[in-house]
């Protein structure tokens, strides 16, 4: 009797260098795209008005940098050893207990793709009504299962295909062009109220600058569990550190600068109405809604690679279908509009778990070679990722004002590499 062959685990493999293609310009383009969103421009705008606009851009920068260096730098690692994020966490948590952090990247996934869905909906129905259409209750549904249609036709063709043809050559220039004409007309209008007013405002208060950064670095640190994923099909580590950190920081600093200038000039105003108030707004929203596809396919594109590394019997594109589907429903029925917790309980999970990721793996030639000698869990790095979700809650109980991003960063990361050499 012949002994059936279980499937491939693809996500757990490192993939062979002759069937990677990502380049700089590859790896640039997806990364400006993926860091170009509504929900960005949503999340600078709530800066303000606790920050003074200085305050907010000192935040700003300082936080896109660290956070798009982080992804940067695991999309190197992801690079040069060929792994999916899954199969970074094995290396690093050991092949059963890596299953907890995988889980919770699924859930997270899960939860970003639904919110994709909900903005694009929200914009879509704002769209259609701000030209006088979809004005009946019925038209949130149908937009929602659109956009879950459109993402589900993308799963089921080839991501680097999509990367190569769709991403970098089509959607980048549009959505470049449409950011181009709102900053020029939001400009405008915070010229005619007084430009030098509103860059000498003060901020009322409530949130430091630190904490602020933590709110900024939230945004690419909810991305550091997806970067392997597409990072393992580049040719070059240090194209691929140099792309991500590269168009990430800009795609940013870009959005979240553009929230704090609408929140600026119409500070009552909701962001997708303010942007549709700007002369030409309606086009350049429109294509910048087009653009946040992307955002939700990367969203279910990982989401299964991580759950076809724990149960590789489905392959990657069939989990992908089923995610969409589920992030679908789960935009008709959840409401998703309280973000900023969401975006900060992430942190505190994921900056810690990627600070020990760091610690162990950056500068290894044989990280793919962990995996295989991998044993059940790793206790240190397991002890150090737990400790720092701890400390990442508890610091603001002793100074508020320090935030809590980079110090658990830093505590996490050093911990790792401290104990490095002492186990595997």
Not at 31 to 59: D, N, R
Not at 377 to 397: D, V
Request: hydrophobic content about 55%.
């Amino acid at each position: 009797m012949t002994t059936p062959t279980l499937p491939a685990n693809e996500a757990l493999a490192p993939i062979a260098p002759d069937r990677r293609v990502f380049g700089l310009r590859d790896h640039a383009a997806l990364w400006f795209s993926l860091g170009v969103g509504l929900l960005v421009m949503q999340v600078g705008a709530y800066l303000m008005p606790a920050l003074g606009t200085k305050e907010a851009l000192l935040a700003i920068v300082g936080g896109s940098l660290i956070g798009a260096g982080m992804l940067g730098w695991v999309a190197k690692i992801g690079c040069d050893s060929g792994l999916a994020s899954a199969g970074l966490m094995h290396a690093v948590y050991g092949r059963s207990f890596a299953k907890l952090p995988i889980v919770l990247n699924i859930v997270q996934l899960l939860g970003w793709g639904t919110f994709e869905l909900v903005i694009m909906r929200d914009a879509t129905v704002a769209i259609g009504r701000q030209s006088g259409s979809m004005l009946a209750g019925y038209w949130p549904v149908l937009a929602t299962l659109l956009w879950g249609g459109v993402i589900t036709l993308l799963i089921s063709g080839s991501m680097v295909q999509l990367v190569r043809r769709i991403v970098s050559r089509v959607a980048l220039p549009l959505v470049v062009l449409s950011l181009l004409w709102l900053t020029w007309k939001f400009l405008d209008m915070a010229q005619a109220q007084g430009l030098a007013q509103l860059w000498q405002r003060h901020g009322e208060g409530g949130m430091g600058v630190l904490p602020a950064l933590d709110l900024v670095i939230a945004m690419p640190i909810s991305w550091l569990p997806l970067v392997a994923d597409y990072a393992r099909h580049g040719k070059s580590g240090r194209a691929a550190l140099r792309g991500t950190w590269a168009g990430y920081a800009l795609a940013n600093i870009w959005c979240y600068a553009l929230g704090v200038l609408v929140a600026l000039v119409l500070p009552s105003a909701d962001l997708v109405t303010a942007l549709l108030l700007a002369q030409g707004g309606l086009i350049a929203l429109s294509l910048i809604l087009i653009d946040e596809v992307d955002n939700a396919y990367g969203d279910a594109y990982s989401g299964a690679v991580s759950t076809h590394s724990l149960l590789p019997r489905w392959s990657v594109r069939q989990w992908g279908l089923l995610i969409a589907l589920l992030c679908t429903g789960m935009a008709l029925v959840l409401p998703m509009h309280s973000l900023e917790p969401f975006l900060l309980l992430l942190s505190s999970v994921f900056v810690p778990l990627f600070g020990v990721i760091l610690g162990r793996l950056a500068g290894r030639s044989d990280v793919a070679a962990q995996v295989e000698g991998a044993r059940a869990a790793h206790a240190a790095p397991i002890a150090i990722w737990i400790g720092g979700i701890a400390f990442y809650h508890l610091l603001p109980q002793f100074s508020s004002a320090l935030g809590s991003a980079l110090p658990t960063l830093a505590l996490s990361f050093a911990l790792a590499r401290i104990t490095r050499t002492h186990s595997a």
